[in-house]
């Protein structure tokens, strides 16, 4: 379809779902916001991306998919940074607790990338894998629609590739775009469908089947050797960050400000707080689910203090469970290859680079 296909594809999702979100211009990045048409997308945009560096910079094309990825990701919509859980009152004696009932609500996302697919199953694995599933996360996932789009340009601090995923979706969505400038026609989108619901809405757009020569050309575009990915992770990743004594974990913790940054911008994190607030005349109060980050004393505080007192034992913390524990806990790594902690945490620390530390130097392993 063309880009006139794609404004009728958003007034569509606007009519059928009760919320679309899309990326935007919005902070000085690419932000996940309600969009009320394709006009709010960013056309002629992209970004530069380095460890602790962002910024926008203008491309002078049509495209509007031509950009890394931003600090929001799903993980905002399905598991939010608040989330209430319930409220209590005192009423004729009695204690009532009220549970908080999330609505089902229908939300539309577009321009989700292959990662945060990823990302979402596997925070969907950690929230709902056990024998007490996230009633409010299953909801909100429930009423999801993904649109996603192609990576055809992923930031310096990207590696997804080598943390075992490719740029192009391949399952986990409604809908799936590939954006690219026919010389021709101009800014033109391949679609994919990846359920009936995607299935419904192409069918309802009339959009037409493409050509096998146009699908190869874009394959081509999507050729994971061109353009590289920015920054690559080893493949021994998991076992190398389980060496608690190595001393590269107290190098790290001289410049790690244990902001939590990284958390909280990496889509898989989940670690949350419970915050209990009481009304001034003492009659009700309420419970709200919040983010919180192991690199915060308060989250590992046990009755003799905190667990994990040391910068060094938060970071190690992060990252070993994050590449090397998830797997014993969840089946898998915890990290997709966003390269989002690395953009966003303010001194520059990045995880592949740490990882590479942590390696016996060439040589030393038997
Ligand atoms: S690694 Fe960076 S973003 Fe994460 S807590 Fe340390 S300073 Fe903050
Ligand atoms: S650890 Fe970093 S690169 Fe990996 S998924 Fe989280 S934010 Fe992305």
């Known amino acids: 379809m063309r880009a006139g296909g ?5 007034a569509a999702m606007t009519r059928q779902f009760d919320e679309v979100i899309g990326p935007v211009v919005a902070d000085g990045a690419i932000r996940l916001r309600p969009i009320t048409s394709a006009g709010d997308l960013p056309i002629g945009v992209t970004d530069e991306q380095e460890a602790a560096t962002y910024r926008l910079v203008p491309t002078g094309s049509d495209l509007r998919f031509a950009y890394g990825l931003g600090p929001d990701s799903l993980k905002s919509i399905v598991h939010p ?17 009220e549970p908080f009932r999330t609505d089902a609500v229908s939300r539309a996302v ?3 990338r292959a990662c945060d697919l990823r990302a979402l199953e596997i925070l969907e694995g950690t929230q709902t894998g056990g024998p007490h599933a996230d009633p409010a996360f299953l909801a909100r996932r429930a009423g999801l629609f993904l649109v996603a789009v192609d990576c055809a340009r992923p930031a310096a601090t990207c590696f997804c590739e080598s943390a075992g995923y490719a ?23 391949l679609v994919r469908c990846g359920s ?11 959009l037409h089947i493409a050509p096998d020569d146009l699908v190869r050309r874009v394959e081509l575009e999507l050729d994971p050797d061109a353009p590289p990915m920015g920054r690559e992770l080893r493949d021994d990743a998991a076992e190398l960050v389980l060496d608690v004594e190595h001393p590269h974990w107290a190098a790290v913790a001289e410049r790690c400000l244990t902001c939590g940054n990284c958390t909280a911008v990496c889509p898989t994190c989940f670690c949350t707080d419970m ?44 990252l070993s469970h994050k590449l090397g524990t998830w797997h014993d806990q969840f089946g898998e790594s915890g990290c997709v290859g966003c390269g989002r902690c690395i953009t966003w945490c303010p001194v520059g620390i990045d995880l592949t680079a740490e990882v590479d530390a942590l390696a016996p130097p060439v040589g030393a392993r038997s």
């Open 167 to 189: 740029r192009a979706a391949d399952h986990g969505y409604d809908l799936a775009l590939t954006e690219f400038e026919d010389p021709a026609a101009g800014v033109t989108y």
């Open 110 to 112: 577009i321009g989700v």
């Open 275 to 318: 915050e209990d607030v009481v009304a001034l005349d003492g009659e009700s109060s309420t419970r709200t689910r919040v983010w919180d980050t192991c690199f915060s004393m308060e989250y590992s505080h046990l009755g003799v203090g905190p667990h994990r007192a040391s910068p060094m034992s938060r970071y190690r913390q992060w």
């Open 6 to 10: 794609l404004d009728r594809l958003v």
């Open 81 to 97: 940074p608040r989330s209430p859980v319930w409220t209590m009152h005192r009423r004729d004696g009695s204690i009532i607790v």
């Open 196 to 206: 009936d619901r995607g299935r419904e809405l192409v069918d309802e757009l009339g």
